[in-house]
């Protein structure tokens, strides 16, 4: 068999190893080289290397195996795996070693300084008279630009706003820092602090389900719709955000926050928004950008974020984009960054993507730090993910299939590129910005199973950045979630889009704890969703009140739930 191999294979130094190694298996090692044969004495260096190694000469009968040695290997693009010549291979970490593919770009204690050590008159850091004299002698510098980091921005996101990249998050000891806000801790803005002024319509009535004509706006015309305006009733309110933007007219830095947000609840309670402050002027602050819903003063509850004069608590940063400069603020614990181990999540892209491929498998490997997926599957069949850790991500952890950029309740909305019989098991997925596994498959029309199988894993700490981004994701057909432990996330865990998915099996503990009128599993808006079956599940500390366990909202019908357990939730179904 190895002869018939290798003599189909070019005379070249990367096929050499398959004739060398154990059939059809190659090595990758953070001590790999260029030109190397792949072999464990000769590793290559590179899983991209390994995969071009492979291409073409695996089958269902004949797999291949990618063994990773342990370390950490440095991320700057996505690992694509597509069509027939890269399936049938595992990607495995080498046993008993750990194997790290990082997005975080460590910076580096030495190379931080205070802030009151850099020399006066450097344009770059023009910014820093917005720092509070209280805190200056605690923040410490960093320059982002002059090492090439990147610095990201920050885009339009919020509830069935489209998806985008959020920007780099600070990460101090396996802990994600916080953009500098106010206020601080728990505390929200209120219409005790501010009340609307005025309230345009929200982007909601520019969908085809509000609009006389049945069509949607589209979506770069929604973004030009005007946001809310506030007045600012609390002295002291209005006395700190003069400095959260310019009056009007040419922007000043070195007053006024130049990139300041309000991000939280605008028109409900639900589901979470965001827009830019465009000026303050006396006791007026507007907004760029429209809410998703009318902003009403019964359901402000926000904070102001990315503003650099709030910079004043343990654990805050901001990043000043300013004129390009890309430099870091950070009031780090304690006041110092001496023995701290300190990264920034500067990748924007999934660590892997798999894409027309059958069999192949992520097995036991750790994805720290992007802004966009951890690991995106389009049209694959029969793929696993095994054994990953997957934490720091600012969107979803794992991604089955896609959706297009219709709100998720009209009739637009559709799913795709789901795939069939795809597994994440035996995984870890936490600190995420978004949800856990997305998973579409199936056809609604002829309801045609996806098959897709969730379970066994832990998942815990979501929905950091987004309302609405779950645990697990079950749109489509035929889709399984069980056996899963999912805990503590300000939101829902489970939303169900389509019909005969399978929830079983899981523990549901101190979910929706900052949000009302959610569900820890939610599902709504369309009668025909039947035969999704809730069964032998634990719901434990379902949210403060207004928020259930089991939510059928909207029409919500042929619901199959039986043999589970409630333990403190306003209603077990509702």
């Known amino acids: 068999m190895l002869v018939v191999l290798v003599a189909a294979l070019p005379a070249t130094a990367a096929t050499e190893a398959l004739a060398t190694a154990a059939p059809l298996t190659v090595y990758v090692s953070p001590d790999g080289r260029d030109g190397a044969h792949g072999t464990r004495q000769d590793p290559f260096a590179t899983v991209e290397q390994a995969r071009d190694a492979l291409a073409g000469r695996t089958n269902a009968r004949s797999p291949g195996v990618v063994r990773i040695r342990g370390g950490v290997y440095r991320t700057s693009s996505t690992i694509q795996l597509s069509g027939k010549r890269n399936s049938y291979v595992t990607y495995a970490a080498y046993p008993g070693e750990r194997v790290e593919f990082a997005g975080v770009t460590t910076l580096s204690p030495e190379k931080f300084r205070r802030l009151g050590d850099v020399p006066a008159g450097e344009a770059k850091w023009s910014s820093r008279s917005r720092v509070r004299d209280s805190v200056y002698g605690n923040v410490h510098v960093y320059d982002l630009g002059a090492e090439g980091i990147p610095a990201g921005r920050l885009n339009k996101n919020g509830f069935n706003w489209k998806p985008q990249p959020y920007a780099p998050e ?13 206020p601080n801790g728990g505390e929200k803005l209120d219409r005790a602090d501010l009340t609307v002024k005025e309230a345009p319509k929200g982007a909601r009535d520019y969908f085809s389900d509000k609009t006389a004509d049945g069509t949607t706006m589209p979506y770069e015309d929604m973004l030009k719709l005007p946001g809310p305006a506030y007045t600012a009733v609390d002295p002291a309110l209005k006395e700190r955000s003069a400095a959260w933007a310019p009056p009007g007219g040419t922007p000043d830095n070195t007053k006024y926050e130049t990139d300041g947000w ?9 589901a979470n928004d965001r827009v830019r402050i465009d000026s303050v002027n006396g ?11 009318a902003a009403t003063d019964k359901w ?22 300013w004129n390009g400069g890309d430099v870091l603020y950070y009031y780090p614990p304690g006041g110092t960054v001496e023995g701290k181990r300190i990264s920034l999540t500067s990748f924007d892209a999934p660590f892997f993507t798999l894409e027309n491929v059958k069999g192949v498998t992520l097995k036991g490997l750790r994805l720290n730090g992007t802004t966009g997926t951890g690991v995106r599957l389009l049209d694959a069949e029969s793929c696993t993910v095994d054994g990953l850790e997957i934490l720091n991500v600012s969107m979803d952890a794992v991604a089955i299939g896609e959706a297009n950029d219709a709100i998720t309740a009209i009739a637009e909305y559709r799913t795709s590129r789901g795939g069939h019989r795809n597994r994440v098991v035996n995984s870890r997925l936490h600190d995420l910005g978004g949800g856990g596994v997305f998973t579409a498959g199936g056809d609604r029309d002829s309801l045609e199973r996806g098959d897709h199988v969730v379970e066994h894993n832990e998942i815990y700490d979501f929905s950091k950045l987004a309302t609405y981004t779950p645990a697990g994701y079950l749109y489509g057909v035929g889709n399984t979630f069980r056996y899963n432990n999912v805990h503590d996330a300000p ?36 009668y025909t969703y039947l035969n999704n079956v809730i069964s032998y599940n634990l719901f434990r500390n379902v949210g403060p009140a207004g928020n259930q366990a089991v939510y059928m909202d909207d029409g919500m019908s042929g619901m199959v739930i039986h043999h589970n357990f409630f333990d403190k939730a306003q209603h077990g179904l509702f």
């Open 491 to 526: 939101h829902m865990a489970i939303q169900i889009m389509g019909n005969d998915m399978e929830i079983s099996h899981n523990r549901f503990e101190n979910l929706v704890t900052h949000a009302s009128d959610q569900g820890v599993i939610y599902a709504g808006r369309d």
């Open 283 to 293: 006791d007026e602050l507007r907004t760029r950008y429209p809410t998703m819903y």
């Open 300 to 321: 402000t509850s926000f904070v102001a974020q990315n503003v650099l004069s709030e910079l004043d608590a343990e654990g805050e940063y901001y990043i000043d984009r």
């Open 170 to 182: 600070l990460i101090t000891d396996d802990v994600a820092q916080t953009l500098a806000q106010y």
């Open 262 to 270: 309000l991000s939280g609840y605008f028109g409900n309670n639900y």
